[in-house]
C-alpha cells in the first residue's frame, strides 16, 4: 500500500542517459565476478598477479580456484597458458587503455575470457567474452556493476535492488569535506562485497543523469594533455587508444616519490594494490615494483588542464 504523508525523500526525478545497453546489473564488480564464476563453473581460473585482492572474495564464496599469471612491460600477459577443459582466463583492462589487448584477447579465448573493467567504465561487451565494470570507481553513486555475456549465455537474473550502502562520504565531498568523508568512503567499501544483489535505484536514477560523452571527453583530454607534458618521464609507454576513455594517467617515474608529499597539496594518489606485496608468491617483481611506484593521476571529468597543469608543476619539483 502506497503510504500518504509523512517526510519527504529525495527529489531525483530519473533522467534518460543511458551508456550500457545490459539487462545485467549487480552491487559490486565482484558480485558480477561472483555471478560469472557460478554461472560458468570453471575448475581454474587463471589471474594476473597484478590485481586487487578483493576479487579473491568472489572467488572463496564460488569455490572456484585460480592460478597467477605474470604481465609483460605493457601490462598484458607475458605468457597465456594452454587452458584444460573449464579453464578461464581473467583479465583487467588496466586504466582503460588495453581495449586492444582485450580485442586480442576475446578473439584468441572467446567466451573462455572475463574482463575485468572495474579499472574502464567505458569498455562494453562485445558479445564474444564476460565483461563486468564498477560505476562507483567512476562516478559519485554508492554501488553498482554492469555485466555483459557472451552471445547466447545468460546468468542470474536478480529482482532485488541492493540497499545496503552508506551515502555519507558522496554528502561530505559534496560539501567540499573531502578527508572527513573518507571514513565513511571505506565504511561503503565493505558494503559492496560481493553479495549477488543487483544495483540500488539511488544509483540507477544518479547514473540516468549523467552526460556520458562530456565525461569522455574530458577524461580523454586530460590523459592526452598529462602525457604530453609526461610522456619523457614516463617509465611506461601506455598510449591512448581511439575511443577508449581512461580512468587514471598511470605515470611511472624513474624514482620513487613519496605520495604523503602530494597529499599535502590536496593531491590524492592511490595505491593499486598493496596486497601485491604481501602476497606468499615468488616472482613477479615488475608487478611489486607497479605497486611500489606507480602514480596514477587523476584525470577525470571534475577537473581540467589547469588542475592537470599544477599537479605536473608539483611533480616535476619532486623529480
Given amino acids: 500500500m502506497k503510504p500518504i504523508g509523512g517526510y519527504f525523500e529525495l527529489e531525483l526525478k530519473k533522467g534518460n542517459a543511458c551508456f550500457h545497453q545490459t ?46 599469471y605474470s604481465l609483460d612491460e605493457n601490462l598484458e600477459p607475458a605468457h597465456l597458458p594452454v587452458l584444460e577443459q573449464d579453464e578461464y582466463v581473467l583479465y583487467v583492462d588496466y586504466f582503460g587503455v588495453k581495449t586492444a589487448c582485450v580485442e586480442h584477447l576475446s578473439e584468441r579465448l572467446g567466451p573462455r575470457l572475463l574482463v575485468d573493467c572495474t579499472l574502464s567504465f567505458f569498455t562494453v561487451g562485445n558479445g564474444k567474452s564476460w565483461f563486468f565494470n564498477s560505476c562507483r570507481k567512476f562516478f559519485g553513486v554508492p554501488d553498482g556493476s554492469f555485466l555483459y555475456t557472451p552471445d547466447g549465455i545468460e546468468t ?58 562530456e565525461v569522455a571527453e574530458k577524461r580523454r583530454s586530460n590523459f592526452l594533455h598529462l602525457d604530453s607534458l609526461l610522456a619523457g618521464y614516463n617509465q611506461l609507454s601506455l598510449s591512448l587508444p581511439d575511443r577508449a576513455v581512461p580512468m587514471y594517467y598511470p605515470f611511472l617515474p624513474d ?11 590536496n593531491i590524492f594518489i592511490p595505491t593499486f594494490w598493496k596486497d601485491v606485496l604481501e602476497r606468499d608468491s615468488a616472482g613477479y617483481d615488475f608487478e611489486k615494483m607497479l605497486t611500489r611506484n606507480l602514480l596514477l593521476l587523476p584525470v577525470d571529468h571534475r577537473y581540467d588542464c589547469d588542475d592537470m597543469n599544477r599537479m605536473v608543476d608539483i611533480l616535476k619539483q619532486l623529480l
Fill in 23 to 68: 539487462p545485467y546489473t549487480f552491487k559490486s564488480g565482484r558480485s558480477s565476478l561472483y555471478a560469472i564464476l557460478s554461472t560458468t563453473k570453471p575448475s581454474c581460473v587463471y589471474i594476473p598477479f597484478y590485481i586487487c585482492g578483493v576479487v579473491f572474495e568472489s572467488f572463496a564464496m564460488a569455490g572456484v580456484p585460480y592460478k597467477f
Fill in 156 to 213: 542470474m537474473v536478480l529482482q532485488t535492488p541492493n540497499e545496503q550502502y552508506t551515502c555519507n562520504h558522496l554528502v561530505k565531498r559534496f560539501n567540499g569535506h573531502v578527508r572527513e568523508g573518507y571514513v565513511s568512503f571505506l565504511e561503503n567499501e565493505v558494503w559492496c562485497d560481493g553479495q549477488a544483489v543487483a544495483m540500488s535505484r539511488l544509483s540507477e536514477h544518479l547514473l540516468s543523469l549523467i552526460d556520458y560523452s
Fill in 255 to 265: 624514482r620513487p616519490i613519496d605520495k604523503t608529499l602530494l597529499f599535502r597539496e
